[in-house]
């Protein structure tokens, strides 16, 4: 991983080979960025995933990512996210969309609270796209 830090952005590239048991090699390379614009974070990031199974022929895939936040308030962060997931390349229309909106609470140290509202969008024919809510409380330590 390789990245350039600025005082309001930053950009960079990552690099990883796994080898392991049912994948002969995955390998993975990426691009991310992000800058800071007052009270207004955004960051951002794909990456090309290439699988080389021990039987069967090569998946390539695609993933991307921009997330957005906004500090309204101090402990108090709005959110938003925007993934993209091309399972395979070789596949027309087999994309994955996820979108997430909410807001995070940091009322102490160590402590986090949130709601988001979950949107995924798979492919028109898909059925099992299923939009939620959640409630999150996080104790980092």
Do not use: C
């Not at 807001?103 to 969008?121: C, H, M, N, Q, S």
């Amino acid at each position: 991983s390789l990245a350039l830090t600025f005082r309001h952005f930053r950009v960079g590239a990552s690099a990883s080979r796994n080898e392991g048991a049912g994948i002969a090699r995955r390998d993975v390379v990426g691009a991310f960025g992000g800058f800071g614009l007052g009270r207004l974070a955004v960051l951002g990031e794909i990456d090309q995933i290439l699988d080389r199974p021990v039987t069967g022929s090569q998946l390539e895939q695609i993933a991307a990512f921009v997330e957005g936040d906004f500090l309204l308030a101090k402990g108090i962060n709005a959110k938003a996210t925007y993934g993209w997931f091309d399972k395979s390349r070789a596949i027309a229309e087999d994309e994955r969309v996820r979108m997430r909106f909410g807001l995070e609470i940091f009322p102490v140290g160590f402590l986090r609270a949130a709601a988001f509202y979950t949107a995924d969008l798979w492919i028109p024919q898909a059925t099992t796209a299923i939009d939620r809510v959640s409630i999150e409380l996080q104790l980092h330590f």
